[in-house]
């Protein structure tokens, strides 16, 4: 089970664009946390599957001693009990210090970070209580972050308000040393015409620098283009990184509430479907439901050539956030994929015509091997 743990309602940052909801002082309990532990491990144990702790916000780090002590306490509960528990974190970064670092690395826990691409995009969302951009307390901690952990994972968040920046923020993030972007438009705000032009020139740019990259040899993730790639060789389920609603994938609230998704803790409204909670377990026919609708096909998509595992339209929650119906796609997520899937196509199609090394051992790696061989042999 991966159980994306809300430790707190609360953020250091106020970022517009936040999907989890209203910000306010409210941390889990260390008796909510060590129970969480408990049900996560005991679901794990029960599935055969591994433990895996997400923490979540508002900003987890606003709850570092509960988080520490769930960690001891998951450690402790995960080995008399046979299974592997593991620790991930999403995080602004802002107040991780050397002593978080050094029991990260103890405990094995990795985590991704949200930023924003360069000063100019991050700081257009992402801002202080008092509205400052938060760019430059964070970019003096990353040569930091990325010594700490060199293939750590950034996370960053495409909007109308910061997508003229999105080219060079995201040039800016591969050339400060990370190799693994996630880029996700928040399609819950609507795109005027204007703004998808401008996505598209954005995302135009962004894959001719990733084609530069690729000829150089850099091996790098770009979900926007290896995502596509991969669902045309492998399938859908090719992808790692890909929404799981309500299957091994749930979300605890502060209050060791169950939600299917992290979208839907916000301030725990009851206006969304909670699973249960940590002390009563699952409610499995409210699981069912959510699963069920989850996997019906989706709403306008029908024959859309896209829709054949490169268009991202998987999240539920977030078509649920953004159209109040988990089988209907916002209509700036459509504008986005329509933008972005011809992109993705022209690229990977240059990269499979020139035989493109980093390409072929990402996507073909049998026929890498294969090739190896022979030239050994010939
Ligand atoms: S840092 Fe994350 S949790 Fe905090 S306001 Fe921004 S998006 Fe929301
Ligand atoms: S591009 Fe639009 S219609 Fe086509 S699969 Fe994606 S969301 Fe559905």
Not at 131 to 145: E, H, T, V, W
Not at 269 to 275: C, F, H, I, K, N
Request: charged fraction near 25%; charge should be negative; hydrophobic fraction near 40%.
């Amino acid at each position: 089970m991966n159980a994306l743990v809300h430790l707190t309602h609360d953020c250091n940052l106020r970022c517009p664009y936040c999907f989890t909801g209203a910000k306010f002082a409210k941390e889990m309990t260390v008796d909510t946390a060590q129970r969480t532990a408990e049900f996560v491990v005991d679901y794990a144990k029960e599935h055969g599957q591994r433990a895996v702790f997400s923490f979540f916000g508002g900003e987890p780090m606003m709850a570092w001693p509960v988080m520490r002590e769930m960690v001891l306490h998951a450690e402790r509960v995960a080995a008399e009990r046979g299974v592997t528990a593991i620790f991930r974190m999403n995080t602004n970064g802002l107040l991780i210090k050397e002593e978080h670092l050094a029991f990260f690395e103890e405990h094995d826990l990795i985590f991704i970070l949200s930023i924003d691409g360069n000063q100019a995009m991050h700081d257009a969302e992402r801002i202080t209580q008092g509205g400052q951009g938060s760019f430059a307390a964070l970019a003096a901690k990353l040569p930091r972050f990325l010594e700490h952990n060199p293939g750590m994972m950034a996370s960053v968040v495409v909007t109308p308000t910061n997508v003229a920046h999105a080219a060079d923020g995201i040039a800016f993030l591969f050339d400060a040393g990370f190799r693994f972007l996630i880029i996700k438009p928040d399609v819950t705000q609507a795109w005027s015409p204007e703004h998808v032009a401008e996505l598209e020139r954005q995302y135009t740019r962004v894959g001719e620098d990733y084609l530069a990259r690729m000829r150089r040899g850099d091996d790098l993730y770009l979900n926007l283009f290896d995502d596509k790639w991969i669902a045309h060789t492998k399938g859908a389920e090719g992808i790692s990184i890909r929404c799981d609603v309500g299957s091994s994938q749930i979300s605890v609230a502060p209050s060791g509430n169950l939600y299917p998704c992290v979208r839907w803790v916000k301030e725990e409204e009851d206006t969304v479907p909670r699973l249960g909670d940590v002390w009563q377990g699952l409610l499995a026919d409210k699981l069912a439901d959510i699963r069920a609708q989850a996997a019906a096909p989706k709403s306008p998509c029908g024959d859309c050539s896209y829709n054949d595992g490169r268009c991202a339209n998987e999240c539920a929650c977030e078509h649920y956030s953004a159209t109040g119906r988990i089988d209907t796609p916002a209509p700036a997520l459509c504008e986005h994929e329509r933008v972005m899937v011809p992109i993705a196509d022209r690229i990977g199609n240059a990269l499979w015509r020139e035989q493109n090394p980093v390409f072929l051992r990402k996507l073909y790696p049998r026929l890498t091997q294969i090739r190896t061989r022979e030239g050994a042999s010939g």
